[in-house]
């Protein structure tokens, strides 16, 4: 198996991936807006069903929590965790001492395949022939030169496709 091709195969994948959560995003934003327009909660299609669902998560104050709560139960259901960033700071400006806190730290490693795609090179079609002005020796000239220019890359944005609105 062709190592180079797998790879290339799969940063096409990525670039489509990443094309198709742009457009799954831009339609949830038109389905929502359906959802809330018309007070409904699920649109059904030849396809299958979409639903419009509420998802909820519970926030505690925690110091209020520690007020009511017994201290061996406050300590079953809260969760201790470190700002890294601020430690790390505060070891740096010499407020903590690292040598005893690297004996609390402990550093797991996670590995993931990450993609870094080169930008799509446009297609070149095949130059046409130009009508009867192409015996001309000084077009043909000009018209060399214009296709030995690099061309230079557009910095316009594109919208995803099917995002435009229709009136």
Partial sequence: MDINMVATEFIEVN??????EK????????LAEHFQSTKTLSLDTEQGRICYQASQRAEYDISVLREILPEPIFQLVTRL???DVLLS?????????????????????TYRVV???????????PVRELSSQASSPEISRKTKKAQDKPKEKSKRSRKPKGSETSS
């Fill in 15 to 20: 670039r489509r991936r990443r094309e198709l």
């Fill in 23 to 30: 457009r799954e995003e831009y339609f949830k934003g038109i």
């Fill in 81 to 83: 965790s470190v700002n």
């Fill in 89 to 109: 700071q505060l070891i740096k400006d010499g407020k903590v001492d690292g040598t005893k806190v690297e004996r609390a730290k402990r550093v797991n490693s």
């Fill in 115 to 125: 993609v870094q795609s080169l930008p799509v090179k446009p297609s070149i079609s």
